[in-house]
Nanobody, 118 residues
């Protein structure tokens, strides 16, 4: 069992930056995929970034070029560096992890609120 805890959310002005962290209770080195989702009010949860155990990354078009996902297996932590933030980035951000490259995510964090003021 792996527990995920996000941190780093908060209030930031448009154009600013934040770095989210996702700390895992156990080793993440064997977790094949780590991802960040977000959910804005009255919208569906959106997958915005993933990173594989080998370091391959993928991004949603909405954040490509502005957000960077990374993982530090030694610290059992995944990061989401967010730059050039926009008001539409306001959402609860969730960290997730899965053992397989396919299928649903096995573990979820509790979420951290990011609010971007215009």
């Amino acid at each position: 069992q792996v527990q995920l805890v996000e941190s780093g959310g908060g209030l930031v002005q448009a154009g600013g930056s934040l770095r989210l962290s996702c700390a895992a209770s156990g080793s993440i080195s064997r977790l094949n995929v780590m991802g960040w989702y977000r959910q804005a009010p009255e919208k569906q949860r959106e997958l915005i970034a993933t990173i594989s155990s080998g370091g391959s990354t993928n991004y949603a078009d909405s954040v490509k070029g502005r957000f960077t996902i990374s993982r530090d297996n030694a610290k059992n932590t995944v990061y989401l560096q967010m730059t050039s933030l926009k008001s539409e980035d306001t959402a609860v951000y969730y960290c997730a992890a899965k053992w397989s490259y396919i299928g649903k995510y096995d573990y979820w964090g509790q979420g951290t609120q990011v609010t971007v003021s215009s």
